[in-house]
């Protein structure tokens, strides 16, 4: 059986790069399509469409929220460097203005590093960044991949265990419908009597055919099992199958509320509600499935 997935996950992956620690988180919730966000450095900021293709690549539904953080390494200020050049134009030009001033302070060395040129950080290769951004991105989806097969998988084994329970319960109204016809039936003739009324028997046998027919569920049961098998399939399948899956509940529940609404006793009524919970109950799941 291929795998169901779950549209609810969260993935987590850091790399050392030569900029410093690169960590990407990323969070899935169900949505009807997929969507996806990114919050990304200023460095990652060209990165964006290739994330996004990487996503639809693995991705078929769900609302993607990626964060990735760039912590720089603490020997970085060590490996700055001072333009000397810059540095003598900035004194001199202070050395010259103090001179015509009176009351002028002893220039600040912290002042002269902060004047634009003076200190120089290295180039940041922004290339291969982007390229370890890309690699750990692609860590993280297969990460969360295996976090949705978990969960879907979850979600597959209780919507079998209901499918379960549906069979019995249309097992136990398919046992059911011949004595719940013989009590119609029996019920009738008894009112009948009570009123001592003449009867045309011809007409009698008519209206009681006419009353099996109307109670007669033997379709609707026999559909609520074709749909049942298929809900078996497509999980069986595996793979984006959510849509599908929502589908089949709503031609599940139109069957049950037929079975309700041709209820000819409580027992038979009471399946037809215990039907209908038991498929509210897995299209709340199908919701997170992919």
Known sequence: ???????????????????????????TVNHRYLDCSFKLPEALRNLEVRLRQQAGARLARGKVECLFRLQPRTDQASAMAIDREQMQRVIVAATTIASALPQAQPINPLEVLQFPGVCVAPEADEEALQASAAALFDAALASLLESRAREGAKLAAMIRDRLQQVELETTAIRELLPELKQQQRARLLARLAELQVEVDHNRLEQELVYLAQKADVDEELDRLQTHVEEVRRTLDQGGPCGRRLDFLMQELNREANTLSSKSIASSSTHSAVQLKVLIEQMREQIQNIE
């Open 1 to 27: 059986m291929a795998a169901v997935y779950s549209m609810t996950a969260f993935a987590r992956e850091t790399v050392d790069t030569g900029e410093g620690a690169l960590t990407v988180e990323i969070r």
